[in-house]
């Protein structure tokens, strides 16, 4: 599984569905994995938090243990064709780049993506699979 940004806000909220769908990952020894735009995301809030320190411990318990997965040349290429496809349509909402990014190496990886983001629940291609929460 490969986990969005708004999945980890969600555990560290003590979100519900967030705990069931990562105890039920664990039960079923499922990879859990962490995008490196995901990282990104995570410390751009650390950055711009006013208790950067509290937040990078609170996210770094987070992310332990996880593996980080990077982008490769690939997966750049396809999220670049995802973003580029939902920032001309007039019918999807706009995915960030970094979504779009999250999005591809799931695809990638033929991973689902867990995520409580609804820009991804317009995401249309084959393979992909959204786990929402």
Known sequence: MILDTSFLI??????????????????????????????????????????????????????????????DQGDARRSGIIYGEHLVSDTKPELSRVDAMVVSIALGMSEPLVGRDSDFSHVDI????????
């Open 10 to 71: 969600a555990l560290d909220e003590n979100d519900p569905r967030a705990e069931e769908v990562a105890t039920e990952a664990e039960i079923d020894g499922r990879p859990i994995r962490v995008p490196t735009p995901v990282v990104h995301e995570i410390y751009t809030a650390v950055g711009a938090g006013t208790e950067p320190i509290l937040n990078q411990r609170k996210y770094e318990a987070l992310l332990a243990n996880k593996p980080v997965v990077g982008l």
């Open 126 to 133: 084959d393979g992909f699979e959204l786990i929402a929460i």
